[in-house]
């Protein structure tokens, strides 16, 4: 079998073998429903409700206001429409940069004729122009939702979630944040953090797929998003994702106490590639706050267009090698990148970003820069 070298740790990460060992049971002989009332049942339920006290206590959040999902989309959008819905907020905040699980739910509401929609502005290198922010919600006649992400799936650039959070306060504003990729990356407190919703998908931490959570602060009181049982304290029916959900717990739980090794061994690797496609290549650039308020695991680098450069991700994926022209949540044919689109528009660069994990390794990137001198 052909070696691949992964370097699309963003849009999802390879499951990590202790996860999987904590899932097996779960899987085989410990298969009881968690709403059945004889023992298989209430070990499956067990399983849950420890699975959440596990997250709201490296989270900072009390049990009550973790509930399990499918996934960071569907966390974000039980969050926004919920916000419009039960929470009466009729104007919405949001950046043009967002995850299209925001984008299009947002959209959705303004075509609906639900919710007016105003985008933020931002700074030359990507990030919110936080007085842009204050300037509209400071003249919105109406209850605003703000919806920002923590960190950017493509370029990386991180927000500030207590300035954000003091802002919103401030005009009474309801705040999500999605927080997809800082979940299982990130240190969060969130007793001690001003927002109202965030969200998390296990796959981007080393986890199963089809699971997440929606964070919900306790002084939030919203209705269900899926009808039909009590399952998640009657707000989320249907028949919990067993051994998804203590699989996101244990790899929340690994990321944790390895969050500071990882998190240095991530950013060498990430340092290095910039170094080595600087000296090896002209003309390269890199896309938002590179090494400043920026997310370690994310490189968003632009390539001189040229006849081979345009084929650039498809020769990679020849070479073995994976990474992704922008937000791999668009798949198929790439329709380029919303959020290269909006702060480097500039039609000759191909832009490719290569996401990192504790998997991956110095000569693995030395291997990729090799190759793509020769593509180039």
Do not use: W
């Amino acid at each position: 079998m052909v070696q691949r070298i992964y370097l699309d740790n963003a849009a999802t990460t390879p499951l990590d073998a202790t996860v999987l060992e904590a899932m097996m049971p779960y899987l085989t002989e410990q298969f009881g429903n968690p709403s059945s009332i004889y023992s298989y049942g209430r070990e499956s339920r067990l399983a849950v409700e420890n699975a959440r006290k596990t997250v709201a206590k490296i989270l900072n959040a009390h049990p009550a206001e973790i509930f399990f999902t499918s996934g960071g989309t569907e966390s974000s959008n039980t969050a926004i429409m919920a916000s419009v819905r039960e929470l009466g907020c009729k104007h919405i905040i949001s950046s043009v940069i967002e995850h299209h699980a925001t984008l299009h739910t947002v959209e959705f509401l303004k075509h609906n004729g639900e919710a007016e929609v105003s985008y933020v502005k931002l700074t030359e290198n990507g990030h919110v122009n936080l007085a842009h922010l204050e300037s509209i919600l400071a003249e919105s006649k109406e209850k605003c939702l703000v919806t920002l992400m923590h960190a950017n799936n493509e370029i990386g650039n991180c927000l500030n979630l207590h300035e954000v959070g003091n802002i919103c306060k401030k005009y009474k504003a309801i705040f999500h944040s999605d927080t997809v990729q800082t979940v299982g990356h990130f240190p969060f407190d969130l007793r001690n953090t001003p927002v109202h919703f965030i969200t998390g998908a296990g796959h981007k931490f080393h986890g199963p797929k089809g699971v997440g959570i929606l964070y919900v602060n306790e002084n939030v009181k919203i209705k269900p998003f899926i009808h039909g049982g009590s399952q998640e304290r009657n707000m989320r029916a249907g028949t919990e994702n067993l051994y998804g959900i203590v699989g996101f717990a244990k790899a929340l739980q690994l990321a944790t106490d390895h969050y500071e090794a990882d998190k240095a061994y991530i950013l060498s690797l990430k340092k290095h590639m910039a170094e080595q496609l600087k000296a090896e290549i002209p003309g390269v650039a890199f896309n938002g706050d590179v090494f400043g308020n920026s997310l370690y695991t994310v490189l968003s680098v632009s390539f001189p267009k040229t006849e081979k450069s345009e084929f650039l991700l498809f020769n990679l994926d020849i070479n073995h090698i994976c990474a992704s022209g922008g937000s791999a949540c668009t798949s198929g044919a790439d329709a380029g990148s919303h959020v290269i689109r909006a702060i480097n528009n500039n039609p000759n660069q191909v832009t490719v970003r290569f996401s990192f994990s504790k998997n991956n390794t110095l000569a693995e990137i030395d291997e990729v820069v090799a190759k793509l001198k020769t593509l180039l």
